[in-house]
């Protein structure tokens, strides 16, 4: 790769790079992210690739392997350009039928998309409920971008957005144009960006300033993060490098955590690229704006994604947060002014320079602009990525992207957030989303996880798996985060025992309400969310935990019992099954099962093709 | 300087004053387990929190770490803040029953009975000990490890360190004395402290460099 030295030869290769592509040249697009990748999708590259030596048509038809394109129900998937005819759900054999379809124009039927609300088959990808309702300005962007490759990047307008920055000549305009994007940090709090630059900007302590990407994603269930670092990480760099010319900082960390192996190895690939091109370094493009980037990897701790503690753990220190002020603003990394940024803010950096400020503000509503990536799993028919505009009620997210409940069970909540956030019940789903709706309905954004929760789902026993959750994960320093979670989780377990009373729910809200309060960072001021949410919508569930010794949803295994009804035929399945022996019966006989030996571990339910079994 | 009410009393402080100093300057009481004068301020035992800030913006942080700022309105014993120092007092009641400075602090704020599952813990990990081995004697021989529940302060890998001096500087200032001597396994101890049946002290020529911070040192008072 030949180093750029002026922003002309950049503009030379990028016209080079636009011209040399065919759009209407057949393309098969694998999407294989770490989802893709573990459901199959390797093997379908592998495969797609051979055939196409196999037949000599590697010069005809190309194949791009990307990132995540969001719809991980169905995956491993394929696109193929241009016709955008989408399969989901592939195996080995009929990548081979699909290399051959793309060869001959055909679209292949049987392959393709159904949508379970028409029955109907969906040929083109833009048609599938699940991507029409969205408003995909970053996810599609994973599409189109191989991310090992810079020149794809810059072929789809990739590092346009510095160039036109460096072309203005004027930090103050990037600023301006950030502030009135009216862009908030994706992270959770919502704080707005542009203001964030301009205190950054305003430092002046003449030892340089850091810019820091929170890569350390760790909320159960949400992946927003990683499938923007694994399908483009170009789009971050270059949002960095737009930051750091707008507020005169000249240093830049990833943190990104050790978990996410591809997304390292990505961005390491990425970061090596740019740098050789240079566009990352000392006096890019000539313009003598130096700005570098260099990747830590957090060791896993969840409270590393606070601001404080994670610039710890950038300093070689305990992840530990400490008191703010002074804000990282002022005192940063080695206590030079620093700025953090989640994943999701800098990929929309260069989106709203590259298509100006009021174009991205015209999506969303006011106060609440653009869009954001939700995580959308649980008990909903199509999990996966989602990006919809900001102020878009939960219930369009559910039902229109989501296509509802995936059986027969009626959905009952959203939680929202991860384990700082709460849930919010199903009567609420006319809620917009937007950062002060969901936190006046005692959520909050946090970095877009949505887990969907039905019948079957116990919130005392949501409200107790993220207690555990916090319990190892709370950094341990504030007594009352410590001790306060692992004694509402005590509380939590006796109520789903069956030894919960009035007075220890009394003592539970108390102690929750005091833990909010006196705990130092953020994690701390969150962590009870999941119990005074569950508190505040579902408090008939305790209460029949509590007075009838009763779990309404047949999760809490102290209070349920397993019974075979009169649907039970005598296959004898569900006694092979049991792992305690706990099941007896003789062939083409009603079973029984034997309370005090069951343990409820639910194998009898899954294997019974009668609805015999019942929970009570 | 900078200018700040405290429950209605304005006061002039020098930047980079805590709350906490301004506060006991003007002489209002605020109860404090992990602050000692001489050791960096750490922010862990939350009982030392005062309310900032009006209406619905305002928060309990603690005063130990959170730095005087101009116009800030602090007051240190209104109802949240005397809920909160509570409910801070009966956890530490439920978790450390045996230290006399916890018993004290709770009798002190009518805390009579706590309602958790009694516990017998005897470290609240303060970092009191962590501090001061690491600021006053400059040895950093013990250290926090691991996170959550599963938190303790310790050397590495469990073994005597070799930065340790015996000083016992860690034991004299535990509110909760989870250091405590563990001279029946000298190889193990981390301060090799005094309140044994058969201290040191006692035995000079084994531990002769060591200094005996406890007073009245309870080994001695059983010896005589």
């Known amino acids: 790769m030949e180093k750029l030295r002026s922003v002309e030869e950049f503009e030379e290769l990028q016209d080079r790079l636009v011209s040399d592509q065919d759009p209407s040249a057949p393309t098969i697009v694998i999407p294989a992210g770490t989802c893709g990748q573990a459901s199959g999708a390797n093997d379908l590259i592998r495969v797609a690739k051979r ?3 196999d037949r000599g048509l590697t010069d005809k038809i190309r194949v791009r392997i990307t990132g995540c394109h969001g719809f991980c129900e169905a995956e491993p998937s394929v696109l193929v350009e241009p016709s955008g005819i989408f399969y989901p759900k592939l195996d080995v054999a009929k990548m081979v039928r699909i290399v051959e379809a793309v060869r001959d124009n055909q679209v292949l039927e049987d392959l393709l ?152 190895k990505h961005l390491v690939i990425a970061l090596r690229q740019s740098r050789e091109l240079g566009l990352l370094g000392k006096d890019i493009l000539g313009t003598g704006f130096s700005f570098d980037i260099k990747l830590v990897r957090g060791a896993g701790a969840f409270v590393c994604g606070e601001e404080t ?48 400020a009021a174009q991205f503000a015209r999506i969303g509503t006011n106060g609440n602009t653009g869009t954001k990536i939700f995580s959308l799993v649980g008990k909903i028919r199509n999990t996966g990525l989602v990006e919809v505009p900001m102020g878009i009620t939960i219930e369009k997210v559910v039902t229109d992207v989501g296509g509802g409940a995936p059986g027969k069970a009626k959905i009952k909540a959203v939680q929202t957030g991860g384990p700082s956030g709460g849930c919010i019940p199903v009567e609420r789903f006319d809620l ?20 969907v929760m039905d019948e079957t789902t116990c919130m005392v026993d949501v ?76 408090r008939d569930e305790y209460i029949e935990h509590i007075e009838k010794h009763h779990c309404p949803a047949g999760v809490c295994k102290a209070l349920i019992t397993y019974s075979i009804n009169d649907n039970c035929t005598g296959c004898t399945l569900c006694a092979k099954t049991c792992s305690e022996g706990a099941i007896s019966g003789t062939k083409k006989q009603r079973h029984v099962i034997d309370a005090d030996q069951c343990i409820r571990c639910g194998a009898c339910v899954t294997v019974c093709k009668f609805d015999a079994i019942e929970v009570t | 300087m900078i200018t700040l009410t405290i429950n209605g009393l304005e006061v002039p402080v020098e930047k980079g004053t805590t709350l906490l100093e301004a506060a006991r300057f003007l002489g209002f009481p605020i109860p ?64 450390c029953p045996q230290s006399k400075t916890i018993q004290d602090l709770a009798s002190a704020h009518n805390v009579r009975q706590q309602r958790f599952r009694q516990e017998h813990e005897d470290c609240i990990l303060c970092g009191l000990c962590v501090r001061m081995c690491k600021e006053q004697m400059v040895a950093k021989a013990i250290g926090f490890r691991g996170r959550g529940q599963t938190r303790s302060i310790g050397t590495p890998f469990d073994i005597r360190s070799e930065e340790c001096r015996l000083c016992g500087g860690c034991m004299y200032v535990c509110p909760a004395c989870q250091l405590r001597c563990t001279y029946t396994e000298p190889e193990k101890a981390v301060c090799g402290g005094c309140a044994n049946v058969s201290p040191p002290c ?15 040192c309870v080994a001695c008072e059983i010896q005589e």
């Open chain 1, 51 to 53: 055939e196409l030596l």
């Open chain 2, 202 to 216: 006692v035995e000079k020529e084994q531990f002769d460099d060591m200094m005996c911070y406890m007073t009245p």
């Open chain 1, 463 to 538: 409200a107790k798996y993220f207690m555990n959750f916090l319990k190892d994960e709370s950094c341990g320093k504030c007594f009352t985060c410590r001790k306060g979670i692992q004694r509402m989780h005590e509380i939590l377990e006796d109520v789903s025992d069956g030894k919960g009373t009035y007075d220890r729910l009394d003592l539970l809200e108390e102690l929750a309400s005091v833990v909010k309060d006196t705990t130092m960072c953020g994690l701390g001021q969150t962590a009870s969310n999941p119990v005074l949410s569950t508190l505040r919508y579902f």
């Open chain 2, 32 to 95: 404090t387990l992990c602050h000692m004068d001489g050791l960096s301020p750490y922010g862990a035992c939350r009982l030392c929190v005062v309310e900032i800030g009006e209406g619905p913006k305002a928060k309990l942080v603690s005063s130990c770490t959170y730095p005087a700022q101009e116009g800030l309105i602090v007051r240190t014993a209104s109802s949240r803040v005397l809920r909160a120092r509570k409910m801070v007092l009966e956890l530490l009641l439920a978790s």
């Open chain 1, 432 to 451: 917009p989303i937007d950062y002060d709706s969901l936190t006046e309905a005692g959520s909050i954004m946090g970095s877009g996880g949505m887990i």
């Open chain 1, 309 to 356: 503690a994670l610039m710890q753990s950038i300093e070689g220190k305990m992840g530990e947060p400490r008191q703010r002020p002074p804000f990282p603003i002022e005192k940063g990394i080695d206590g030079k002014p620093t700025a953090i940024n989640n994943v999701e803010t800098w990929a929309n950096v260069p989106v709203i320079i590259a298509d100006g």
């Open chain 1, 113 to 264: 998309y159904v949508d379970a609300a028409t029955g109907k088959r969906v040929e083109k990808q833009c048609d599938i409920p699940f991507f029409k309702s969205q408003v995909r300005t970053i996810l599609a962007r994973n599409e189109k971008v191989d991310p090992i490759r810079i020149y794809s990047f810059i072929g789809n307008g990739g590092y346009s957005a510095l160039i036109k920055v460096l072309a203005k000549d004027t930090p103050r305009w990037v600023i301006e144009e950030i502030k009135s994007s009216g862009l908030r940090g994706r992270g959770g709090a919502g704080f707005p960006t542009g203001a964030k630059w301009e205190l950054l900007g305003n430092q002046q302590n003449g030892q340089g300033k850091f810019l820091v990407c929170n890569a350390d994603e760790g909320d159960p269930g949400a992946y927003m993060d990683r499938s923007v670092l694994e399908g483009n990480p170009h789009s971050i760099i270059e949002g960095m490098l737009i930051g750091g010319y707008a507020t005169a900082a000249n240093e830049g960390v990833i943190y990104v955590r050790n978990e996410y192996p591809l997304a390292i």
